[in-house]
């Protein structure tokens, strides 16, 4: 008898912009209820501060696999706000932020 499989979900790589300004990054499985959570000032110590609320989602991409999404999230990081601001413009333009290898 073989197992039952579950259904496959996907895992997702987004970037917030806060109300002060700056940037989060992180990754779900379930956008729209994390960013709800988000601005209920839930979950991530970054955005508990009301000064950073309500955060709004600028970019979002579907990755191949949680390890995949967690490379994009760890690269983006380390980049710098200008490259951040132009990855998010080109991303908003219909360019891909290829999560699929990195």
Not at 26 to 47: C, E
Not at 55 to 83: G, I, N, Q, T
Not at 96 to 101: D, E, G, I, Q, S
Request: with cysteine.
């Amino acid at each position: 008898m073989t197992k039952p499989t579950r259904p496959k979900r996907s895992w997702y790589f987004y970037v917030l912009q806060c109300a002060d300004g700056t940037f989060y990054a992180g990754i779900t499985t379930n956008p729209q209820s994390r960013l709800l959570l988000h601005n209920a000032g839930k979950g991530a110590k970054y955005l508990r501060p009301r000064k950073r609320r309500p955060a709004s989602m600028v970019m979002l991409c579907r990755c191949a696999s949680r390890s995949v999404a967690l490379r994009a999230e760890a690269r983006f990081k380390k980049l710098k706000r200008r490259d951040k601001e132009l990855i998010i413009f080109f991303h908003g333009t219909g360019a891909r932020f290829h999560c699929t290898r990195m």
